[in-house]
């Protein structure tokens, strides 16, 4: 079976780069059940840390997730 996280960064970091676009999908996928585990926002840190740039609405999720997940 694949790994979820693995697979998930690769293709957030395909370009090196984290959109508009990419953002509004994890978004999506993480809010999808109305909370936010610590590995969800465990793997928006490290896809922020593993990409050489990234919109400002990433970090703008990271915050929102970090407040959902206290």
Aim: with cysteine; net charge negative; proline share 0%.
């Amino acid at each position: 079976m694949a790994d979820w996280r693995k697979t998930a960064k690769a293709f957030a970091l395909a370009d090196g780069h984290v959109s508009e676009k990419e953002v509004s999908i994890l978004r999506t996928e993480i809010f999808a059940d109305g909370k936010v585990s610590k590995s969800e926002l465990d793997f928006l840190k490290e896809v922020k840390a593993e990409a050489k740039s990234a919109v400002k609405s990433l970090d703008a999720l990271i915050e929102e997730c970090e407040k959902a997940s206290s």
